[in-house]
């Protein structure tokens, strides 16, 4: 993870990914955590001030709504910010030779 505030950045997602990674075969470089319920006007809110903001400095992302969110507004798969209700566990990491010990 990277320092993005040491790198002049005003808001910025909860964690930045080094490596990106892949999730239910979406690529991922950020995961921004709520601990709220996504509903309409809090997503569209959220939307406007910082995850297409995330999207335009880092690249696609994760939002992780800890109380859910209304099923219709993970519509934005294709054009990069992905919806969970908890941390996903089937994370596939890309750009990395699997390590041997």
């Known amino acids: 993870m990277s320092t993005a505030r040491a790198k002049g950045y005003d808001k910025t997602p909860d964690i930045i990914l080094e490596v990106p ?9 950020w995961i921004e955590s709520k601990a709220s319920f996504g509903d309409d ?28 969110f209304i099923g219709e507004l993970d519509c934005q798969r294709d054009r990069g910010i992905l919806l969970k209700d908890c941390f996903p566990t089937d994370i596939v990491v890309l750009g990395r030779a699997a390590q041997q010990d």
């Open 21 to 29: 990674v892949a999730v239910e075969g979406h690529i991922v470089h």
């Open 41 to 68: 006007h809090s997503h569209r809110t959220y939307l406007n001030e910082q995850f297409w903001s995330y999207w335009n400095r880092f690249g696609p992302g994760l939002v992780i709504y800890w109380y859910g």
